[in-house]
């Protein structure tokens, strides 16, 4: 897996909400380059989600500790401890926050150097392109060009909360996925379950339609949602 370091990347939070957050959209790096194949054309995809690791709510009842080895620009520089639970979602998902509020990304499979792979701090889960992901509107394609704009059909109109509904449009952020599928960010198992759950498994993903990225409300606390309604 290629390495890349994620520089600095800026993260909005809505003050006034206790539990909201939204984060502003970036671009992706064009200097990254995806695999090109017939997913490229568009239409029908098969649809999943994934989430990120949280200490606060995957270390279980767990005390043991294991070694997250740290990585900055493209070198081994340390290791930390961290819950060995919360250390076995990380390697899952890829990125992950601990309680301590430091955010963890991928950037070195497992290896004989790293039996956990290599890890970079981060200031928010990121993309194949170092850039921070946005909830609810980074998703995996393979054979697309990062930074792309695509809409899926089935996500317009599902309510996020009381007073925002998906537009569904969405950024390609990754290509680490299998060819004719979207996977689709969407920060924690509870917002998972609570706003993704019914969605069907193959949706309509339309290119080329002058969509814009919104930024969503979301509960930055991974334990909860802020409800539909």
Request: hydrophobic share 30%.
């Amino acid at each position: 897996m290629g390495y890349t370091w994620v520089g600095k990347v800026f993260v909005t939070t809505v003050a006034t909400l206790a539990l909201f957050s939204s984060v502003q959209a970036l671009p992706a790096d064009s200097t990254q380059q995806p695999s090109k194949n017939s997913a490229s054309t568009g239409g029908k995809y098969k649809f999943t989600t994934y989430i990120s690791a949280f200490e606060q709510v995957d270390k279980g009842e767990t005390n043991d500790e294991a070694e997250i080895h740290i990585c900055e620009d493209g070198q081994f520089i340390g290791t930390t401890m961290y819950n060995s639970a919360f250390l076995d979602k990380l390697k899952q998902f890829g990125s992950g926050r601990t309680e301590d509020g430091t955010w963890y990304n991928v950037v070195e499979s497992a290896s004989d150097e790293h039996p956990n792979g290599c890890y970079a701090r981060v200031d928010f889960a990121s993309g194949d392109s170092g850039n921070s992901l946005t909830v609810y509107t980074s998703a995996a394609i393979n054979g697309l060009e990062l930074g792309t704009l695509v809409e899926i059909e089935e996500l317009k109109g599902k309510k996020m909360n009381a007073e925002q509904s998906h537009n569904g449009c969405v950024m390609v952020t990754g290509n680490y996925v299998d060819e004719g599928s979207v996977n689709l960010w969407v920060y924690s198992a509870a917002q998972q379950k609570e706003y993704f759950s019914e969605l069907p498994s193959t949706v309509t993903v339309k290119q080329d339609t002058g969509c814009e990225i919104e930024n969503y409300y979301y509960s930055i606390d991974p334990s909860k949602t802020i409800g539909k309604r």
